[in-house]
């Protein structure tokens, strides 16, 4: 259902649709950033040496942003969110941590991991230190309410990864399955950090799940449209290789869609390349070819799109204001760049 | 310096020292056993599977058993320590599953472990969700004081886990040093487990010390029991191997203190032994013979009997009482099973 007020994805987003909410939560982010390389002090000295490789590599500061940006868009004028928005990050670079450990992943952002730099066990140790570290913030700020929704979401992404676990490289895999684990796995720390503004902010119980929606919904989309990366051209201009998920036989919707629209002969083909990881030189090419043959990127696109407005329409609960818009223009920005 | 009224470690321990704290504890520990059963629970069917295997052969309950006598100590009435005591087992959970995969263990009390049973993945995980689920449990409780001192406790332990991985295989460890480690890797959840008894207690602070003070020293003495026990012919008796942290080349107090003690000849055998783990049929023997010689294993265990000494003496503040007694007798019984 199109809201009239609320702007949609199939809009064109603003080319730096992730500028204006940088702009927006600069001096805020700065201050997470202090807070961060703080709080991940330790007298063992590859405690912060190993977590700031991490952190310093990660990028957009994404989940950060949006407690940032929540809070102020319930009107908060205070300092408690920027500490939040810490944990958040935090326990987001705790399962990158543990994420890369499980998957065996050598490089994230160009970058070499943490567990191929220094190994496994001091990777798999400090994600349990900035976890700790995360709750230990938290107890500061002293709200019960934040420690239940970061504690419910760390369970809950924790349990997606053992799912996930257990359909990886299960072709046989639907699309159903797939959003099942996604939204176990990469939507809770979204909707946690949404929420957490609407908390602080002491808003009515409707915004906080206003909130919760957009940033549950927002992270599919996001999950998605990573997805899709993997398999397109963009990806190069992103300064990453195509075909990552692929050698590893992660199974994703793009994989899932041309699965179970191709042939027996194709079904065989993505069986051996990502149940039984045989795979040949030109096994990627192929690939690509039948999900374009099949619609597959273009189709789990549309469903990042769907996810998106969905995202978008839950703020329609709020006026606009700087804050909203560039909320909007976030989610538009995460979908546009994979076309 | 000795209390008239509090018995001494020196004093013969009742053969059953163990027994006691069970007998007082059963109904309390059947009812946290409950819960733990309960919020193990996940419809991911590989969660309650994995982290049930560690929890049952996880054997004494020790912790929890410290968080139950400490609450009826302090005289509390409720129920509140039972949901705690099994939080305190879930982190005890969570970290065995995680040094079970950085120390690559395979066998644990006699049983394989998970990680040798299911893979690295799982027990990462596995040992994120326990963690997490702790807290939620914590929240439901909904002291903050409680949350403080897990979350603190996790931090501290997680930062001793990386430290002893930078000492790990190295001969020039001091004691000081060693001691250092398992403050910081076993003492914390002791102390945090006799710690929250008063908290639900409701008791000053002075009592919330003393049994803090208890916890951590029988957590040192605890520690370092076990790791004369690797050494020592009565590991045989507990239906355990002789000589497993030889093999991992694990620094423990008595290799400290024999390399300390040792010729040059001798230091070259503990170098070669445990730091470039090339090891011999007859090297565990000499290793043995080595410590004999120079009363490592004694000389460990006095150490740990000063530790217990100082458990002990910390419940001078309590009246005397069945849970005082059952909680010095615990501390007797696990040194003395070393004799």
């Known amino acids: 259902m199109a809201i009239a007020d609320v702007q949609r994805v199939s809009e064109p987003a603003l080319p730096n649709g992730l500028a204006q909410l940088t702009a927006l939560t600069r001096e805020d982010l700065q201050a997470v950033n202090k807070i961060i390389l703080e709080r991940m002090q330790s007298e063992v000295a590859l405690i912060p040496q190993l977590a700031g490789h991490v952190i310093a590599a990660g990028g957009k500061r994404l989940r950060p942003m949006l407690t940032l940006s929540s809070a102020r868009l319930c009107g908060y004028q205070g300092r408690r969110h920027m ?14 941590l543990h994420d890369d450990v499980v998957d065996e992943s050598h490089l994230r952002r160009g970058l070499e ?12 140790l400090v994600g349990d ?26 369970a809950i992404i924790a349990q997606g990864e053992v799912a996930q676990l257990i359909t990886a490289n299960d072709t046989e895999t639907s699309e159903a399955d797939y959003v099942g684990v996604i939204s176990e796995k990469t939507a809770p720390l979204f909707e946690a950090a949404c929420r ?12 906080q799940e206003a909130l919760g929606r957009y940033g549950r919904n927002f992270g599919i989309a996001f999950q998605l449209v990573d997805d899709v990366l993997d398999y397109s051209a963009r990806q190069a ?20 869609l041309a699965f179970a629209r191709g042939s027996e002969e194709e079904q065989r083909f993505w ?21 374009d043959r099949h619609s597959a990127l273009d189709d ?24 909203r818009r560039a909320m909007i223009e976030v989610v538009e920005f995460c979908i546009e760049r994979a076309y």
Chains 1, 2 share one sequence.
């Open 271 to 291: 069986r051996r390349c990502l149940e039984d990881l045989e795979q040949r030189d030109t096994d990627l090419d192929r690939a690509l070819g039948l999900m």
């Open 129 to 154: 230190f900035l976890f700790s570290r995360a709750f230990q913030v938290m107890v500061q700020d002293g709200s019960l309410e934040v420690l239940k929704i970061l504690s419910d979401a760390s």
């Open 113 to 124: 991991t943490a567990n191929s730099l220094w190994g496994n066990k001091p990777s798999v």
């Open 83 to 96: 500490a939040l928005a810490a944990c958040v990050e935090f326990i987001h670079t705790a399962t990158l």
């Open 237 to 256: 201009d992103l300064g990453k290789t195509v075909g990552d998920d692929f050698r590893e036989g992660k199974i994703t919707l793009p994989v899932v």
């Open 196 to 207: 957490i503004g609407a908390v602080v902010g002491e808003r009515p119980s409707a915004e």
């Open 300 to 323: 789990s696109l549309d469903r990042a799109r769907a996810y998106g407005n969905d995202a978008i329409d839950s703020l329609k609960l709020f006026e606009d204001s700087p804050y």
